[in-house]
């Protein structure tokens, strides 16, 4: 008997209708389509009409990757969601989405380690699974990172996008190695004041805003990424050769090719979805799973690496046999 393992099974997504290109910010901040483009590759994001909320694109996200699944409410039970953008301070976002999906066993939470979220969230549930804890997990990235955006700041508003993003992990005794074979997980807060929200229950009582100095969260993304990506690559005893997508958080396209280019991963084994998405956060990686999914680059077998950072910082790497 093999040991158990967390494989994908399905994966899903849900965008706000309405997209705003790099023109229309333009009519609303000083700012243009080829600065934008130039600095991150972002040409348009996605931005919540009133009715659209982390909860009804969370939910509308994670019923897609169980369609995906062929699984339904009773099969789930376990439910993270990783977000910085809850509906409300509480409940968790993860129990509103439960509720709305009619899932009415196993536990739901929320998990906040901001850009790094979907991360920590399928390395969370892979250890639920591994240990026999639970069974069948939805792990989902939702954001509406719009609501914290400061939009008289044309340094933070161009970046971000909202959006959804789910998988289901199902514990098997896969012969074949499918799973999530390893991860590595870092936070360290002493930077904080790099990328942080000026508000919050605990402090202001108000929701607060974004408030990001760029240049250092460049710097220290492109220098200690790698780090958690070679450690998953070293925990599983595989290499960059052996990669078949590299899935990272979508913040940046210099970002990403720089990171790329540091630890030998091709360029074209790279899903990119910046241009877009924008960067959605906790939200972003398992937006870029089900693209690459449905339009068939992601197939059964392929070794993909999954990275972010973000606020905190806290940053990690996993790495799934699809
Ligand atoms: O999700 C995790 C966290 N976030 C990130 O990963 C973001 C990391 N940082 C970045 O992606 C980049 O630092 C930015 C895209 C935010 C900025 O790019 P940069 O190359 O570091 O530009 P900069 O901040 O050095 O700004 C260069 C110039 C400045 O003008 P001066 O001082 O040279 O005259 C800015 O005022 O660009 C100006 N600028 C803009 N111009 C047009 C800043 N924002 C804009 C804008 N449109 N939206």
Redo the contacts with the bound molecule.
Sequence with gaps: MSALRSVVVGTGSCLPERAVTNAMLAER????DE??VQ??GIRQRHIAADHETTVSLGTGAARAALDAAGLGPADIDLVICATSTPDHTFPATATEIQAALGIGQGAAFDLQAV?AGFVFGVTTADKFLVTGAAKRALVIGAETFSRIVDWED??TC??FGDGAGAVVLEAREDEAGRGVLSSSLRSDGRHRDK?YVDGGPGSTGTVGHLR?E??E??RF?VGQVTDVIADAFARAGLGAAELDWFVP?Q??R??IEASADKLGIAREKIVLTVDRHG?T?AASIPLALDVAVRDGRIKVGDLVMIEA???GFSWGAALIRW
Excluded at 29 to 32: A, I, L, M, N, Y
């Design positions: 901040v000083e700012t243009s600065w934008i600095r991150t850009c044309r340094t161009v970046l990328l990001m760029g240049k969260v460049f993304a958080h913040a940046n210099r970002i960067n956060s950072i973000g606020g």
